[in-house]
């Protein structure tokens, strides 16, 4: 079946460390996006990708990384310089950038900071 | 002003009772506009999406969009206890390459 897929559906990291979720898809699609959602907050864009090799900042891109080596997979990285990291991560991606498109949303990854 | 906005509740309703959910945009380019539903701990799932003005039905959910007023709801007839969830809006433009969402109204249907 195609989807996405989200790892580790939990992480804990300890201050100071920097930490990747794996976000993978087998849908062709060309765009992938992150976001996080904080507890009884929507969801706010982190970074997006419309093709391999190439990405761009979201509304909260400070703290976090990111890379586009393949088609098929858009790894985030949660640095130590992000000062609130704890909250529920989401990977999505839709056929083309351009928005219109439906977004296909992975399971999550839920990072909390001890 | 925020871009996106919306009653974040809860909203109870009775079961078997129409939920009314609104949102209102900003943007006035807007042209696409996603309905999500997201369950306590899950991700988002699309539900509807509209992109003229008027209703657009699908079984018990049905889309309105009002470009000129900026404001789109998503109606629920015969509410459900499964329909307790967290339901997002999302517009999109022309002058965007990139999905905003509302921060959600929580709905909480009663049996």
């Known amino acids: 079946d195609g989807g996405i897929t989200q790892s580790p559906k939990y992480l804990f990291r300890k201050e100071g460390q920097n930490v990747t979720l794996s976000c993978e898809q087998n849908l062709n699609h060309d765009a992938m996006y992150w976001y996080r959602q904080d507890p009884g907050q929507g969801l706010r864009l982190i970074y997006y990708s419309q093709i391999v090799n190439d990405f761009q900042k979201g509304d909260i891109a400070e703290g976090y990384s990111v890379s586009r080596e393949k088609k098929e997979s858009f790894p985030l990285t949660v640095t130590s310089a992000q000062k609130n990291p704890t909250a529920f991560y989401l990977c999505?991606?839709?056929?083309?950038?351009?928005?219109?498109?439906?977004?296909?949303f992975g399971a999550g990854s839920r990072l909390t900071v001890l | 002003q925020k871009e996106v906005e919306q009653n974040s509740g809860p909203l109870s309703v009775p079961e078997g009772a129409i939920a009314s959910l609104n949102c209102t945009y900003s943007?006035?380019?807007?042209?696409?506009f996603f309905w999500y539903r997201q369950y306590s701990g899950k991700s988002p799932e699309l539900i509807m999406s509209i992109y003229s003005n008027g209703d657009k039905e699908d079984g018990r959910f049905t889309a309105q969009l009002n470009k000129a007023s900026q404001y789109v709801s998503l109606l629920i007839r015969d509410s459900q206890p499964s329909d307790s969830a967290t339901y997002l809006c999302a517009p999109w433009g022309w002058n965007t390459d990139k999905l905003i969402f509302g921060t959600g109204t929580r709905l909480q249907v009663f049996p």
């Open positions: 999505a991606s839709s056929i083309q950038g351009d928005g219109a498109n439906v977004l296909t």
């Open positions: 943007d006035r380019v807007s042209q696409s």
